[in-house]
């Protein structure tokens, strides 16, 4: 079954930085984008940014533009976000999503990872 | 920025049927995805262009979208409906509705 797997939980000091990964299984893939959100305990869904595993193109939103970094590795099917200059309201869980390849007006995730807690305290 | 609004909760009865509704400006226009969360998990799709359902989540769901509202209808609500409902929009970024929080007594 199409599965996204992250990495574990993540204790920074502020101004550090932290990077998740997001293991893809079960299907191609550099055939779908992956996006990432994040949602603050008690808090909405934030959405951060896309990527395109297969171009390694990315899309990152205006908020975290400067300190949100979007890679892979495409023969591990693994996605990495890296999040800079981490501050105290960073601190959240993120998610990885899988996005259909269409027309960006359109896509929506599914699945997604079972997300990462990233604790930032001094 | 574009803004969806949503109700911060809706309560309905066991058995009958909850209407989710999420407003922006002339929504109708663009597609509208929602998500289900319990407590203590990652969302879950349950409806994505407005009124598809992805395979696994029941006929129960349903969805529509027209003018300036998006409604998610949840038909024979069970108590494991109980959850955190999300919309979703792209507009020039994604967005997301700031949830509903759905109560079945």
């Known amino acids: 079954q199409v599965q996204l797997v992250q990495s574990g939980a993540e204790v920074k000091k502020p101004g550090a930085s932290v990077k998740v990964s997001c293991k893809a299984s079960g299907y191609t893939f550099t055939s779908y984008d992956i996006n990432w959100v994040r949602q603050a305990t008690g808090q909405g869904l934030e959405w951060m940014g896309w990527m395109n595993p297969n171009s390694g193109n990315t899309g990152y939103a205006q908020k975290f533009q400067g300190r949100v970094t979007m890679t892979r590795n495409t023969s591990i099917s693994t996605a990495y976000m890296e999040l800079s200059s981490l501050r105290s309201e960073d601190t959240a869980v993120y998610y990885c999503a899988r996005a259909p390849r269409i027309v960006v007006v359109a896509t929506w995730f599914d699945p997604w990872g079972q997300g990462t807690l990233v604790t930032v305290s001094s | 920025s574009y803004e969806l609004t949503q109700p911060l909760s809706v309560s309905v009865a066991l058995g009958q049927t909850a209407r989710i509704t999420c407003g922006g400006n002339n929504i109708g226009s663009k597609n509208v995805h929602w998500y289900q969360q319990k407590p203590g998990q990652a969302p879950v799709l349950v409806i994505y262009?407005?009124?598809n359902r992805p395979s696994g989540i029941p006929e129960r769901f349903s969805g529509s979208n027209s003018g300036n509202t998006a409604t998610l209808t949840i038909s024979r609500a069970q108590a494991g409906d109980e959850a955190d409902y999300y919309c979703q929009v792209w507009d020039s970024s994604m967005v997301f509705g700031g949830g509903t929080k759905l109560t079945v007594l």
């Open positions: 262009r407005d009124s």
